[in-house]
């Protein structure tokens, strides 16, 4: 069964960067796109960008351009978002999600990334 | 694309019919607009995708309408299962927006 598993909760310092890990299975990871989203809590989606794995192309939200590296490893089927110049505003939920032109049919579980001093 | 969601609230008892609107600020290029539920403490799981197709595994309650810059979701009976956050998404120009949410409570 298709599955997409991320890492734990983080905390970390204003300024500080965050990595997330995303391990896909149960599919061929190089066929899909995987999508970063975020929700900040008690508030709606905001869509990050995504990555491909098997070009290793990527587009980011222009919010986000020059913060954040979208990368992924087809050795072991796993993606990674890194946040750097992390503020307070950047506390929330992220999710690694799949897709190919039809919706983001499979999400990862959410890794919360609070960012406190 | 900016997407606008209405209503923001909506109460309804189960086995009402419930009808939730997305609208674009211009066009949904070919009509690549997606609905999620999200239930509390849980990722959105996909509800419709190309505005009108379900998707794996989805009840036949669900149906998504439209094209060009008004879209719908439509929930024929509502189960208790369906009180949650809906929210669309346009996936047919970046950045890939999505709305700022429809909760449908009891």
């Known amino acids: 069964q298709v599955q997409l598993v991320q890492s734990g909760a983080e905390v970390k310092r204003p300024g500080a960067s965050v990595k997330v890990t995303c391990k896909s299975s149960?599919?061929?990871?190089?066929?899909?796109?995987i999508h970063w989203v975020r929700q900040a809590p008690g508030q709606g989606l905001e869509w990050m960008g995504w990555s491909h794995p098997d070009s290793g192309r990527t587009k980011y939200a222009q919010k986000f351009q020059g913060r954040v590296t979208m990368t992924t490893d087809t050795s072991i089927s796993t993606s990674y978002m890194e946040l750097s110049s992390l503020r307070f505003d950047d506390t929330a939920i992220y999710y690694c999600a799949r897709e190919l032109v039809a919706g983001l049919d499979y999400w990862g579980q959410g890794t919360l990334v609070t960012v406190s001093s | 694309v900016v997407l606008t969601q209405s209503p923001g609230t909506l109460s309804l008892s189960p086995g009402e019919r419930a009808t939730l609107s997305c609208r674009a600020s211009q066009n949904v290029n070919s009509n690549y607009l997606a609905w999620y539920r999200q239930k509390p403490g849980q990722p959105p799981s996909l509800l419709i995708y190309g505005a009108s197709s379900r998707a794996t595994g989805i009840p036949d309650r669900f149906s998504g309408s439209g094209s060009g810059t008004n879209f719908t979701l439509t929930i024929s009976r509502l189960e208790p299962e369906d009180f949650a956050v809906y929210s669309c998404q346009q996936y047919g120009s970046l950045p890939y927006t999505f709305g700022q949410g429809t909760k449908l409570e009891i």
């Open positions: 149960g599919y061929i990871f190089t066929d899909y796109y």
